[in-house]
């Protein structure tokens, strides 16, 4: 009999075309081979060859085929155990729990004992179980349980391509590409035709941002299997969403932006679970934003945008642009730090070091804004703003105000003189503009006296008297500059 001449050193070969079996038998380094061992065709009507050529093929994982071959056994003796217990370990591995079952249970009908049986029924009970779960776990979108209930099921299950398929698809959802690619190929290279297995790999690709091949394969599914409904609906999206993005793009192009923004709002729509198409998405929105001068909705759109991929470096820039724009350097020093980290480019780098002196910049006083100037008014300009300036906060117009008042002002004008002092000097000005301390060139800033300024800017130490007095029909605190 078969299972009395296998053994360790043998090997069984199918052919078939010829159904014809080979036993490789490998003595003393040498390979002997039988022929037509166990033919069918040699007793037709034997349960017993049936049964040993359907052990012979199970060797060979070609289960299916001997499913065929341990039904056809067993229709000839229903009283042949082994038959239907190799019946079962078919059903069980192609993934039929139930069918596995019955004919474990037919086996311990027909030997209570069995312990094989035994354990093939709870190995059939718990693949029924764990398929349950998975079923559960898809419909409320819990992908990793379903990944670990197919998982525990191939164990037993380990030919059954709808656990698989089922697997991949969810390693898919959860963004693992590789991995359902690699189980999704597996299929394909024992089953060409197998519509699920392609609809996975153009699921993978959809995911990754490659629409055109994922569609491909989305047609080519559904070729095979024309009422894969899954299939179906993720080619019309990726088409939907491709249209959308690229009308969107040429809006942004043909500088039409609140086309272009409605046309990215209206593709976000589409698909929520294709993360990385979205990231792209809420950063071209987000493009568009701060061409519109909506600042804030731009960084909404960037930080949604590393939220779905935290890799998306573009993202990060165009967030890190729009804190420069509102002057909010901290928060672009850490974006450009994480740029920086994750590519080391000169450009990056560049980005990062003028983040982090402009952050240094905002630190000090701000002469510019003190003086009421725009960082490139004119020589002229900046005299006009601090005659302005240091009239508005003179100490001697505010003589009459409140303790607390008189030395606000005094703080006001003491600062005007500090930033004309600075921005009067086109080399101090060019150092103050590049981050330089300019305590360190010319001592404590704060020891320098206002008057002095002032005087100097009007002429009150060469002889040309100058005043503040009330205006009594203006009420207190109305003052007017007089030129003697």
């Keep these: 009999m078969f299972a009395s001449c296998m053994c360790d050193n043998t090997t069984p070969i199918y052919d078939r075309i010829n159904k014809k079996l080979y036993i490789k038998i490998k003595k003393n380094s040498d390979f002997i081979y039988f022929s037509n061992v166990f033919s069918t065709d040699m007793c037709p009507k034997n349960a017993s060859y049936y049964g040993n050529r359907a052990a012979t093929l199970m060797m060979l994982s070609r289960h299916r085929e001997a499913l065929e071959d341990s039904q056809q056994a067993v229709r000839l003796d229903d009283t042949f155990m082994k038959g239907h217990l190799r019946e079962g370990k078919c059903h069980l591995s192609l993934g039929n729990a139930m069918a596995a079952s019955r004919c474990f249970h037919r086996v311990l009908e027909l030997e209570p004992d069995n312990s094989q049986a035994q354990q093939e029924v709870k190995n059939a009970d718990s693949v029924l179980e764990y398929e349950k779960m998975a079923e559960i776990g898809f419909e409320k979108h819990d992908f990793r349980m379903v990944v670990f209930c197919m998982d525990r099921a191939l164990e037993s299950a380990s030919a059954c391509h709808r656990f698989k398929v089922l697997k991949a698809e969810c390693l898919a959802m959860l963004g693992r590409y590789p991995e359902a690619q690699s189980v999704a190929s597996d299929i394909l290279r024992m089953d060409a035709t197998n519509g699920d297995a392609l609809y996975v790999r153009g699921l993978c690709l959809y995911y990754e941002d490659c629409i055109d091949k994922a569609v491909q394969f989305f047609v080519q599914a559904l070729r095979m299997a024309p009422d894969h409904e899954k299939a179906r609906l993720a080619c019309r999206n990726a088409k939907a969403l491709k249209a959308k993005k690229e009308d969107g793009n040429q809006a942004f192009k043909d500088g039409n932006y609140d086309a272009a923004y409605e046309l990215y709002s209206e593709a976000l729509t589409i698909d929520p679970n294709n993360i990385k198409t979205n990231a792209k998405l809420f950063c071209n929105r987000g493009t568009v934003g701060s061409k519109l001068k909506k600042i804030d909705q731009a960084i909404e759109d ?102 607390e008042i008189q030395k606000e002002e005094e703080k006001k004008f003491k600062e005007v003189g500090e930033a004309f002092t600075v921005l009067s000097d086109p080399k101090k000005k060019s150092r103050y503009d590049s981050g330089h301390d300019l305590e360190d060139d ?28 009330a205006n009594q029909s203006s009420g207190p605190g109305n003052f007017f500059f007089q030129f003697g």
């Excluded at 009150?460 to 008297?465: E, I, L, T, V």
């Design 302 to 403: 960037c930080t949604k945008a590393v939220k779905l991929d935290e890799t998306y470096i573009k993202a990060y820039l165009r967030r890190a642009q729009c804190y420069m724009d509102k002057e909010e350097y901290d928060e672009a020093v850490r974006d450009y730090e994480k740029v920086y980290q994750t590519e080391k480019t000169k450009e990056h780098k560049h980005l990062l070091k003028n983040a982090q002196l402009e952050l240094k910049k905002s630190k000090r006083k701000d002469y510019y804004k003190v003086l009421g100037v725009d960082k490139n008014a004119t020589e002229d300009e900046i005299k006009k703003a601090y005659r302005k300036r240091a009239l508005m906060h003179h100490p001697d117009r505010h003589s009459s105000a409140s303790a």
């Design 442 to 469: 010319t001592g404590n800033m704060g020891d320098f006296d206002a008057n002095n300024i002032f005087k100097a800017f009007f002429g009150g130490g060469g002889g040309q008297g100058y005043s503040f007095e």
